[in-house]
């Protein structure tokens, strides 16, 4: 039996179809009350709207009923990658979101600087929270060690937060974190899962012997502990699976990340989505397939803060009409996740979802909101299965069997 | 963890119930403009209605969300068989498209006629198109080829295409096209991709041989080349799996064919509906199962004809009422894919369903039509659970698990 990915290469075929894929973050919320509305239903979104009158609407469930996603696998389904089959390690997260440009080579590391008392035992796992700039210096420090046979990479990301990563042939990424999650006991020696990873656990090891050496005098950051170890997961680009010259128009390095991750061209998103926007028309021409990220429904929504979150999605209902121009042929608006301001997180809540298409079923639907969401056309349905819809009402997808 | 068809096993149960599976083909369809009506909304259907007030609606996904099927993968789903496990090869299809009664150990194979030149490259990979009587003859001729141990059958389809079916044992299915899929070429060799298919690529080749000898002066259809090589796939049928005697009462030989293939007795249906349903009165003591296919829901809609579609929806629900008055347990109307006028094509919109039965969760709908299956009891599901649906509306489920 193929299986999704195989089914889709069998599929394919080209066009010169335009898919536009616009995320706002946690887009997903809850109402306040019983009887209440939702952030998204609340705001006042007469461009969204008008745009639901003729698309299909429906609610997607990130990963499984009840599961809430991070970034990485709420991108990752929505791209139309199991989120269950390609785990993005943290460490391969914490270097994406520092625009750190990781190869197939690659073992990414989370590190955190830490304090250890002159038994070696650690007295504080975040160093006393150090100031960014003191982390970015003895970041350079730790950057001149040297391994042999593979190129190490020390960089920071803020406060005691810190990204290493190892750069060499058959290296494997299963070790085991050395933070003991706890304070009076030493930090732990990184050990190997599988044999694969023997070798960069001894190059780890090596690592942190120059490191404790190197950092010495730099108390309260006098040490570091290793988390996450990872190498990013084997995944098809989005070339290769679809057939789709793809573009990524995001701001935060995250999402360029992830978007890096699966093949698609980094674009210079500038600082804000009328920026994004103006990239979008600008580069249209190049690409079949277009990734907006807005980021400020989910940041509003962690903040709890529901007027501004409505604002924020506003914010994005007003640069719809400078997309619909453009004309895309498919045009999915939609979440990575909920971010509802009530629980001031990320949920397992399913997330509305707008496709806009000549070929779609209208559904009836007269707004863009959960409500209306999940009585729409395309039900509710895992978001691995996203881009199948995208290819479809596309026209990218041929006929399975005769 | 037991597979859909071990779970079903294990649980069936045998009773009197009569379980009716009207398949209206490509019954679903789209509105042409946002906020219109679809052909089966459009329609003027009394007694669908009437029924759908007795009856839990929902929309049907052929094979996954986005993916369109053709009408083998379309009918394999309906009847229970997930289309991604089951796959109908092209040859199959074909065979089972003109009647054709393929054993297990048959090998079926597509033909097209083709014109070589005289260095033996192909001039037209359609010979002319020549008319059918022509075809037919020239079939006559290759019908008398004979290969050591293994039977040959030739026989025509319609214009250029026929069918060429080797029987015998242990004869693998696994074989390359010999159809170049260009002009200026000469036609490949049969090709075998497993061990298994070697002997059935050897004797193909000399299949090939003498056919070229036989068809000298018949240009411009002096050769032909083979496609979608295949054996009808290894499957349970009704009675093995569901423990259900059914009948086919289906007047194209296709829908006939793929019947057969799950083991249904293929009945003489007439020419019409009325004359299957005739036919359905006639054997309702014998069977417990009965599939009746009504074509032209498909038809019309491949021709982008809106008008005609809504009237062969109409010509279907003023038969309903002699199907209501056998008094099946469990009667579903539905289709096998959507074939909306609009794109005049399959397509993978969901399908609408209606099951009535007095077991079944009344979901209040009023009328037979996307727009009320969308909002119905059965939400919205894989087409390959739809057998379960019924065997369990019609009693015939046991309790998994005490």
Chains 1, 2 share one sequence.
């Not at 209440?36 to 006042?44: M, P, S, V």
């Not at 656990?201 to 730099?218: G, H």
């Not at 249209?284 to 989910?298: G, I, P, Q």
């Not at 209902?317 to 895309?328: E, G, M, N, V």
Request: with cysteine; charged share 25%; net charge negative.
């Amino acid at each position: 039996m193929p299986d999704l990915h195989e089914l889709i290469r069998q599929l394919r075929k080209d066009n010169d179809s335009k898919i536009v894929l616009l995320v706002s973050d946690g887009l997903g919320g809850l109402p306040l009350e019983p009887g209440g509305k939702t952030e998204l239903e609340t705001a006042n979104t007469p461009n969204l709207d008008a745009l639901a009158q003729r698309s299909v609407l429906g609610m997607s469930i990130p990963v499984l009923p009840g599961i809430t996603p991070g970034s990485g696998p709420g991108h990752l389904g929505l791209f139309g990658y199991d989120p269950l089959e390609f785990y993005i390690g943290r460490g391969v997260l914490e270097a994406l979101g520092i625009d750190f440009e990781l190869g197939p080579n690659d073992v990414a590391i989370r590190g955190n600087f830490c304090t250890l008392d002159d038994k070696g035992q650690i007295t504080d796992r975040r160093a006393g929270r150090i100031a960014s700039e003191i982390g970015a210096r003895l970041c350079e420090k730790l950057d001149q060690i040297e391994l042999s046979g593979v190129e190490v990479f020390v960089r920071p990301v803020k406060e005691y937060r810190l990204v290493v990563v190892l750069r060499g042939e058959g290296l494997g990424g299963e070790v085991n974190d050395t933070d003991p999650q706890a304070t009076g006991v030493p930090p732990l020696d990184p050990i190997a899962r599988d044999e694969a990873s023997q070798r960069t656990a001894e190059l780890l090891k090596e690592f942190l012997r120059q490191a404790r050496e190197i950092l010495r005098e730099d108390a309260p950051a006098n040490f570091l502990t290793l988390r996450g170890i990872a190498k990013r997961p084997a995944i098809p680009t989005y070339e290769e699976l679809y057939g789709l010259k793809a573009a990524a128009i995001a701001v935060y390095p995250m999402y360029r990340g992830l978007a890096r991750l699966v093949g698609m061209d980094v674009l210079d998103a500038g600082t804000n989505l009328s920026e994004q926007i103006d990239r979008l028309g600008a580069v249209w021409s190049e690409y079949d397939f277009f990734f907006v990220h807005f980021k400020y429904t989910d940041s509003t929504g962690e903040d709890g803060d529901f007027a501004k979150k409505v604002q924020k999605i506003e914010e994005l209902d007003a640069a719809i009409p400078r997309i619909t121009a453009l004309k895309p042929d498919v045009l999915i608006v939609t979440g990575d996740h909920s971010t509802p301001c009530k629980l001031r997180s990320h949920s397992w809540h399913p997330v509305p979802v707008l496709l806009a298409a000549d070929t779609c079923r209208f559904d009836g639907s007269e707004a863009f909101g959960e409500a209306q969401c999940r009585c729409g056309g395309l039900g509710q349905f895992e978001a691995k299965y996203l881009m199948l819809y995208a290819l479809a009402h596309a026209g990218r997808l041929e006929k399975y069997g005769a």
